[in-house]
């Protein structure tokens, strides 16, 4: 399903401290979470969409409000209780108009331009405001369709905010009937809150039992309807102010909970940069088993199930060339002699190179004396797509299992192909059965011998269907519903034929040298799973598009260091295995290569 999510960037004066060990600020570490939310989106589905809502802007622009000129903006500035929602900036996926849209490199640019301003603190335009504004943008935009919605709020929550509890009691309900969830990156919070569900809707026995369901706590620093308090006397020292902006943040830490809880979403107590991107990127979404199957299961027993792909290979997009037309005009001479030949030049296909079967070069040939052939040895055996069509079976999607073999008897060594998921999606009979199977094969150790139809009239390939349990839940177990994984067998063309070379009589007084080494460099668990390894390649690509999108000459990103690698082990580990090491090499001396001038 494709995603709608608006980000709400808190641009006051406080994200202008130091974060993540002092290396970067808070906004610049918000600024840097949105735009690798935004790139994550586009990678996944050109189909997302987004927006991004700026508070405590000097400017007012959203789509409650445009200013439309310089001089109308200057008059609103004097009648500011009139403008809706001041100091919030919205921008869409194209970077210029209020609207959730498609994201384009131009929303990466506008991100990487925003600045904090240093009097922000003393403007309006609080997270309660620009949680209002992506709710409605959402609606607008996504109402009665099909999205996952989600808004992402990154704040440090220490501006004071202004609280209208029935309005947000309205935007709490919308947010719920839209099933869109609340994310908080709280930057230096405290408290840390998730929840699966959001609350279920419940009507209030009074009005002012509405309003304070969504209200913050009596003696809160927030203040409700009203304006809010300074929190002191001008005269007040640095640790007064200190001790209000705690209470501050300790109260909007609660609200941001209790907000995040009626839509069922969380609140991350972040502490550093690589939480964050761990949090909101380090998500898999499951895939719905979309494409439908008959699946028979014995003679006279069919059921219909669904298949999925259960891996596929990432890659980067090919690179594009840049091809300039040349515009060529025809003289009157050119346009008289293509009329004496009977024809104009459009109404054939030229050739500027024919292959060696024809003896002319350069042969003009109508579009009727075109054809098609395989090569066979020295000639060209006619075959149309027609022909090809004929060669094909007639069949439906189908899945039909011939008999059981031990696991033995089928290794998964010589699988072909990527492996498919079956369930039963919706029905729960097909489940059961599904289900049922998968366990007694289990338990049997066997494996399904089945023909497969991938797609309508394809040809059937010969498989091997599997139990199958999700080895990737740390939750999975025994008693959890098992499903079956189809692996394609190969023919018997597609064995190569490899010469194994002899090595000689084998030593079995050196099997504990291996032994050793082998316990030596042990893994520890959960290390070098290739599941949550990102391809470096693919990342480093990434990475320096992303760069360069707002800096055409940046240099390349790589995402592999020495002294970060994921694919690597760590030294203590290498100083650890260093007498085993030593053990094998003396155990099994390679001779020195002798060096030569040919490559």
């Known amino acids: 399903m494709k995603e709608a999510v608006v980000l709400i960037l808190d641009a006051n004066a406080s994200m202008a401290t130091k974060y993540d060990d002092g290396r970067i ?20 589905s050109k189909t997302n969409e987004v927006g991004v809502v700026v508070l405590k802007y000097p400017e007012t622009q959203h789509h409650f409000y445009e200013p439309e000129d310089e001089e109308e903006e200057e008059e609103d500035k004097e009648e500011e209780e009139e403008v809706p929602f001041p100091n919030i900036l919205e921008f869409g996926g194209d970077g210029e108009t209020a609207m959730v849209a498609r994201p384009t490199p131009n929303i990466l640019r506008k991100i990487q331009s925003l600045q904090v301003s240093t009097d922000s603190s003393s403007l309006r335009g609080d997270f309660c405001d620009g949680i209002i504004v992506a709710t409605d943008s959402l609606y607008q935009r996504t109402n009665k369709k099909k999205y996952h919605r989600r808004i992402v709020l990154i704040t440090d929550g220490e501006h004071k905010v202004k609280v209208d509890p029935q309005q947000l009691s309205v935007v709490l309900d919308g947010l719920r009937d839209l099933e869109c969830t609340l994310e908080v990156i709280g930057l230096d919070f405290q408290k840390d809150a998730k929840f699966d569900t959001p609350i279920v809707k419940s009507e209030p026995s009074s009005p002012a039992a509405k309003q304070n369901e969504a209200a913050p706590d009596e003696g809160s620093a927030t203040d409700v309807d009203g304006d809010t308090d300074d929190g002191g006397d001008d005269g007040s020292d640095t640790e007064g102010e200190e001790e209000d902006v705690k209470l501050i943040k300790s109260q909007n830490e609660s609200l941001l909970v209790s907000l995040a809880q009626n839509t069922g979403g969380y609140v991350m107590a972040a502490k550093e940069l690589k939480s964050i991107f761990e949090t909101l990127l380090g998500k898999r979404k499951s895939k719905s088993m979309r494409r439908k199957v008959e699946f028979q299961i014995a003679p006279g027993l069919t059921v219909e199930a669904r298949f999925s792909l259960l891996l596929s290979k990432a890659s980067i997009p090919s690179l594009k060339k840049r091809v300039v037309a040349e515009n060529r005009t025809k003289t009157e001479e050119d346009k008289d002699s293509e009329k004496d030949q009977g024809g104009t030049k459009e109404d054939l296909i030229f050739f500027k190179k024919i292959d060696s079967y024809f003896d002319a070069e350069n ?6 004396d075109r054809g098609q052939a395989y090569r066979y040895g020295s000639d060209l055996v006619p075959m149309s797509g027609y022909d090809i069509g004929g060669l094909a079976v007639v069949s439906i999607v189908k899945l039909k299992i011939l008999g059981y073999l031990p696991y033995g008897k089928v290794p998964r060594a010589l699988c ?22 998968a366990r007694a094969l289990e338990r049997k150790k066997h494996v399904a011998i089945a023909t497969f139809v991938q797609t309508k009239n394809a040809d059937p390939s010969l498989v091997g269907v599997f139990p199958y349990v999700d080895q990737l839940s740390p939750t999975a177990t025994p008693q959890q519903p098992i499903h079956l994984v189809i692996l394609k067998l190969p023919f018997r063309g597609d064995v190569s034929a490899l010469s194994k070379p002899s090595f000689g009589p084998y030593d079995m007084s050196k099997e504990k040298v291996c032994d050793d080494l082998i316990d030596a460099l042990r893994l520890e668990e959960n290390q ?47 100083k650890r295995a260093k007498p085993a090491l030593e053990a094998f090499y003396d155990s099994f001396p390679l001779p020195p290569i002798p060096i030569s001038g040919k490559k």
């Open 25 to 44: 600020s808070r906004f610049e570490c918000a600024k840097r979470v949105a735009r690798d939310v935004i790139c994550n989106l586009m990678i996944q």
């Open 363 to 368: 042969e003009e040939m109508e579009i009727t």
């Open 416 to 437: 072909v192909g990527p492996p498919y998921i079956l369930s039963g999606a919706d029905s729960r009979k097909a489940c059961a059965a599904i289900s049922a199977i």
């Open 528 to 574: 070098l799973d290739s599941t949550e390894i990102a391809n470096p390649f693919i990342r480093s690509y990434w990475k320096t598009v992303i760069e360069r999108v707002t800096d055409p000459n940046h240099e390349l990103v790589t995402a592999r260091s020495e002294s970060n690698d994921d694919m690597g082990i760590s030294k203590e580990q290498l």
